[in-house]
């Protein structure tokens, strides 16, 4: 199998970042065994000794903060204004709380719509099973404030229950 260079160098960087930071942990946690020995220098003494400890730790952590290579997710989602933040509403991501801004939606209607996602179009939600008469003109009146985005993992998992209590 071939690897071009650059992924090579990242893989190899990797690896002998996560050596060097398990090496790390693994030193610490020993260190915070060892019996201390009583303490005969002065005070002064042992706040320089602190000092050039606390400095080399912070030196080997600024290090591993350098080397560790990029990480390559996704960091905005282009839609995120569609989550709450504006009048339209995403139906295939936004949480069930959006909803709440929707006089007549919330819980009933906007459980039944986070439910029974994905929707290729907003009409599509007509379709929910046992939706009610009153439930549809309900979705009719805030139908223009409406789309469906593609579905995106990240923000479908939290659609029901963002871990948002009063």
């Known amino acids: 199998?071939?690897?071009?260079?650059?992924?090579?160098?990242?893989?190899?960087?990797?690896?002998?970042?996560?050596?060097?930071?398990?090496?790390?942990?693994?030193?610490?946690?020993?260190?915070?065994?060892v019996a201390q020995q009583p303490a005969t220098t002065t005070g002064t003494a042992l706040n320089a000794e602190r000092r050039e400890i606390f400095g080399a730790a912070a030196a080997a952590a600024a290090g591993l903060a350098f080397a560790a290579p990029a990480a390559q997710a996704v960091v905005d989602y282009e839609n995120v204004g569609l989550l709450g933040g504006g009048t339209t509403v995403d139906l295939?991501?936004?949480?069930?709380?959006?909803?709440?801004?929707?006089?007549?939606?919330?819980?009933?209607?906007?459980?039944?719509?986070?439910?029974?996602?994905?929707?290729?179009?907003?009409?599509?939600?007509?379709?929910?099973k046992g939706l009610t008469g009153p439930e549809k003109d309900m979705i009719k009146k805030y139908e223009s404030r409406f789309t469906a985005k593609e579905p995106a993992a990240e923000y479908v998992i939290d659609r029901i229950n963002n871990g948002l209590y009063r």
Do not use: W
């Not at 709380?97 to 599509?124: E, F, H, Q």
């Open 1 to 33: 199998r071939h690897c071009p260079p650059l992924l090579q160098y990242s893989q190899i960087l990797y690896k002998s970042t996560m050596k060097l930071t398990i090496f790390a942990v693994l030193a610490s946690t020993a260190a915070a065994f």
């Open 92 to 128: 295939n991501n936004a949480n069930v709380r959006v909803y709440l801004k929707m006089p007549g939606m919330y819980p009933a209607v906007a459980g039944k719509i986070v439910s029974n996602g994905p929707y290729k179009t907003v009409a599509d939600v007509y379709n929910i």
